[in-house]
C-alpha cells in the first residue's frame, strides 16, 4: 500500500521515520491503524516508533507519543 504521507517519506518505506512522526503527530484513526497493522507485520518497526517518541516523553502534554511509547513498551514485551 502506497504511503498517503509522501512529502514526509523520505525514503523508500512506507514508514520512514519522517513518516512515522507525521502519523502519530497529525494521523487520525485509520492513520494509526495502518501504522499499528505494519508494527504487527514488521515488529522491527516498534524500534523507530521508540525513536520518534523519545523525542517528545518529557513532554507531558504530548500525550500522543506517550500512547505510542506504551504501545511500543507493551509490544516488545509481548513478542
Known amino acids: 500500500m502506497p504511503c ?3 512529502h ?3 525514503d523508500d518505506r512506507e514508514f520512514s521515520l519522517p513518516a512515522i512522526d507525521n502519523v502519530i503527530s497529525r494521523g487520525r484513526w485509520r492513520d494509526w491503524a495502518d501504522l499499528r497493522r505494519a ?12 525513536r520518534i517518541c523519545a523525542h517528545y516523553v518529557g513532554d507531558p502534554y ?11 513498551e507493551a509490544h516488545r514485551a509481548a513478542s
Do not use: E, S, T
Open 39 to 50: 508494527a504487527r507485520d514488521d515488529p522491527a518497526l516498534l524500534d523507530d516508533i521508540a
Open 62 to 72: 504530548a500525550q500522543r507519543y506517550h500512547f505510542w511509547m506504551n504501545y511500543v
Open 4 to 6: 498517503r504521507y509522501p
Open 8 to 10: 514526509r517519506n523520505l
